[in-house]
């Protein structure tokens, strides 16, 4: 089937026409997290009207939409749970009548994280294995995971989804999200000035004379030897790694897949972290394989046949 398909970052919105397994088109465009929906919706719809042009296609070719969204999601009834400061009014939002009067199309939301598993799954680095968890490396940290081929998601949405705030340091950071020592508070982009600033090290680090402060400058600075950066670079893996095993306890999975623009920096990441794995995971088993994704920026996208496969399932 073709699907209209997109993935509603805080920053940039992705957005995709997608046939078999296949991203037909593609595009971007900058999201305005603090816009309402409706207007993020409508610069959207034309985006997708302009990459139905572009194929060849019309809107009665598409036999639905599909939607990954940053936060947490009732799939049943296609609504944002909770507010996570991103996209006023998201929660009271009814997506899937908005779908039906501008698309006359059915719509399926699902958890951003949740659907970039679901794309690495069906098509990309957890093929072949139906016990998969993933973390997304970013501004925050996003996690997922399939357990024996059923996709985690539990009564009110948020199993699995909420890994970023697994605590991974008792009496540690205390931030927004009302944890303490949740693992995106300890590293994670949203927190890295915090952690940098409260280094000794850091009033010496050439870090400070940066304009803006990210995990690519860090661990390139930690190559050329700056003392911060190699604080920083060392404390945000072993909280990966933490992450990681804390993920194989809960979900026994087979494979954790890692993503997000801080894997950027893969060739330092994986093997610290598959190190770290291999020394503090209890897997009597045998050994988690532990990967980076395959598909970026079009995981989500590339999942949305099986969410609307899924969802029609759900609704009929
Ligand atoms: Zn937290």
Known sequence: M???????????????????????????????????????????QNAWLHLLRELK???????????????????????????????????KFDFRAWAQENFQSPLALENDARMALVGEWRHGAGRGSDNV????????????AVIQGRLLRGQHGQAGVLGGHITV?????????????????EASTAFLCDMAVSLPEWNSSSLRKLATLNYASVFKQAEAGDACALKLREHSVRVWGTLAVNLIHAYDPEIVI????????????????????????????????????ELGDTAALLAGEWLLQDYFSIST
């Open 169 to 185: 340091h008792y009496g540690g950071r205390d931030r927004t999200c009302g944890n303490i020592g949740c693992a995106e508070a």
């Open 2 to 44: 073709t699907i209209l398909a997109c993935d509603l970052g805080g920053t940039r919105m992705k957005i995709g026409v997608v046939r078999e397994g296949r991203v037909l088109a593609q595009t971007t465009a900058p999201a305005n997290s603090k816009a309402d929906m409706a207007t993020a919706l409508s610069m959207l």
């Open 258 to 293: 890692l993503g997000g623009g801080i894997m950027a920096s893969a060739g330092v990441i994986l093997p610290a972290i598959r190190g770290y794995v291999r020394k503090h995971a209890n897997t009597p088993w045998g050994e988690v394989r532990v990967v980076a994704g």
């Open 133 to 144: 968890a993933t973390i997304t490396l970013g501004t925050g940290l996003g996690t997922s």
């Open 57 to 91: 296609l019309e809107v009665r070719d598409c036999a639905g939409i599909s939607m990954a969204f940053p936060s947490l999601v009732d799939v049943k009834s296609g609504r944002v749970l909770a507010d996570f400061g991103k996209y006023a009014n998201a929660v």
